[in-house]
């Protein structure tokens, strides 16, 4: 079995930018849920935190802390990744070489 550290394993690997491009829209990803969290914790301490229950108030049936953290901010953070998707994630061909792909003419047959 070959290990990790022998260079013979990395020697077939053909580096494809597909994957810096994955990575940072991997890390996008990963900001937008710490942001996300951070906000649903912060708006439900700030809320709710130090608060006697007896002072609860009420949002349409809810209570004020669940109305702001789990509707309005749900509802804000639900259309952000729209936004995300349109101005800061590429569009990546799946096709495992972009480069050869199949290109079909009026006839129907494939030509490489």
Not at 6 to 33: G, N, Q
Not at 69 to 77: D, K, M, N, W
Not at 90 to 102: G, K, S, W
Request: proline content about 6%.
């Amino acid at each position: 079995m070959r290990h990790e550290t022998d260079p013979s394993v990395t020697e077939d690997f053909e580096h494809d930018p597909r994957y810096a491009i994955s990575l940072k829209e991997t890390w996008i990803c990963v900001a937008y849920w710490a942001a996300f969290t951070a906000v649903m914790v912060g708006v439900a301490w700030a809320i709710a935190g130090n608060r006697d229950p007896a002072e609860t108030t009420y949002i349409m049936g809810f209570p004020d802390w669940f109305f702001w953290t789990g509707i309005v901010t749900v509802g804000v953070f639900s259309i952000i990744p729209f936004f995300i998707v349109k101005f800061l994630f590429t569009e990546v061909d799946l096709e495992p070489r972009p480069a050869e792909r199949v290109a079909t003419h009026d006839t129907g047959k494939a030509e490489r």
